[in-house]
């Protein structure tokens, strides 16, 4: 199979835009395999589903394997390992040697935890062409805080192990109200580390996010002051460092292209086998996601009803339907849709057009109150035992106007 592996993409970021151009002939370009939802971290935002803990049966390296030749098969270019973390499974070289035998770009997305030289040699050995490591902060209070665990030094020693085997050092770290009036230290930090790329990610408020949204969607201030700053040091550091600042789509009067297109580019298989358009379109009632176990991915992807339920724009209601910007969005996301609505088939409510467009401006006022006036519950760490509790019924609902 000879597919031209496309330009190193360092960062998700930079794959979206560099799969965007080619997103018109439908076939997965982006292969996320979710190898394992097990993690060390217990991070406050994490986008894993919320009732992860209910999954089981991880796919075996067999498994694997066929996944990785039926999506390169169907034309899949790049494939990132993801979890959960990665590294927790012993087969990941395995797979990583498959993945770049087939032609694949191929990136790990990890805490870092378990990247021990030996592994680092072995994975490189197999051909990972990237890394993306990801930070908390810049501290190594609100490091090891906001993951509940103490992994911060951890990180630096695998940020050099990255370079010294002459990876790109790709750096993520989630932007939220606890750290975005840090963003100066985290850059440096970034710069210190000898960091190529900086993915400054505002938390979307999906999955644990939503959970703990009162205690992280950033006020205004600080999202304007936090990326001027992120503006001065882009002057100021040059081409030495690409950092990629997102914005929190509640702060946008335009919804994103989530996924850029349902069914388009993107194809996401967790890790019991379960393949979806997007990492959380699992929660969205009325639809089924076939599984790899029992059908091959090109019947998946272009059969199946839970992938072209909302591709196009034929699923379109009003405001979306009449809307002159739907090729520009296509309506937004499905999920965001869904979890602030209550019907995915909703504008994303980000939209100004949304007739419920309050929820997310409502979010945003609670976002400038004190936190006395603003914080529900205390801070929800992810791990099993919230998953399983949270999974039956004792959460707070996300928030949902009537559709
Ligand atoms: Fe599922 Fe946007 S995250 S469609």
Redesign the pocket.
């Known amino acids: 199979m000879d597919i031209e592996a496309p330009q190193a993409a360092p960062t998700q970021q930079g794959a979206m835009q560099a799969t965007s151009m080619q997103a018109t002939n439908g076939t997965p370009l982006w292969l996320l395999a979710e190898i394992t939802y097990r993690c060390p971290l217990h991070c406050v935002y994490c986008y894993n589903p919320v009732d992860f803990a209910q999954t089981e049966n991880e796919l075996d390296t067999e498994g694997w394997l066929r996944v990785l030749r039926e999506a390169r098969a169907l034309g899949s270019v790049q494939c990132g390992f993801s979890g959960g973390e990665p590294l927790v499974r012993d087969d990941l070289e395995v797979l990583v040697a498959e993945a770049h035998r087939l032609g694949y770009y191929t990136n790990m997305l990890t805490s870092g935890v378990g990247l021990t030289a030996e592994r680092a040699a072995r994975l490189k050995e197999a051909g990972l062409d990237h890394i993306q490591l990801s930070f908390q902060d810049s501290t190594r209070e609100m490091n090891d805080f906001l993951s509940h665990t103490k992994t911060f030094e951890l990180k630096q020693r695998v940020a050099k192990l990255i370079k010294d085997n002459g990876w790109p050092m790709v750096m993520n770290v989630v932007i939220h109200r606890m750290n975005a009036d840090y963003i100066d230290k985290i850059i440096e930090m970034a710069v210190e580390l000898k960091a190529e790329y900086l993915e400054l990610a505002n938390s979307q408020y ?1 999955s644990w996010a939503l959970v703990n949204r009162d205690h992280l969607l950033p006020s205004r201030e600080q999202l304007i002051r936090a990326e001027r700053i992120t503006n001065e040091y882009r002057a100021r550091l040059g081409d030495s460092i690409r950092m990629f600042f997102v914005v929190p789509d509640y702060y946008e009067n335009r919804p994103k292209k ?2 850029n297109g ?1 069914g388009n580019v993107f194809l996401t298989i967790t890790p019991d086998g379960t393949a979806l ?5 699992k929660m969205l009632p009325g639809l089924t996601f076939p599984n790899v176990r029992d059908m091959d991915l090109r019947s998946i992807w272009y059969d199946s009803d839970g992938f072209n339920r909302f591709r196009g724009k034929g699923w379109m209601k009003e405001p979306c339907r009449s809307c002159p910007e739907q090729d520009k969005d296509l309506g937004g ?4 849709a869904y979890m602030l609505t209550g019907d995915a088939a909703n504008a994303d409510p980000v939209c100004d057009k949304s007739l419920h467009h309050r929820v997310v401006t409502e979010a945003v006022e609670k976002a400038q109150l004190p936190e006395a006036r603003r914080v529900e519950h205390p801070l929800i760490f992810r791990g099993p035992n919230e998953s399983r509790r949270l999974s039956h019924g004792a959460a707070a609902a996300p928030e949902r106007t009537p559709a």
């Open positions: 999906y989530c996924m349902w358009p997007c990492h959380t379109a996301c499905r999920c965001q």
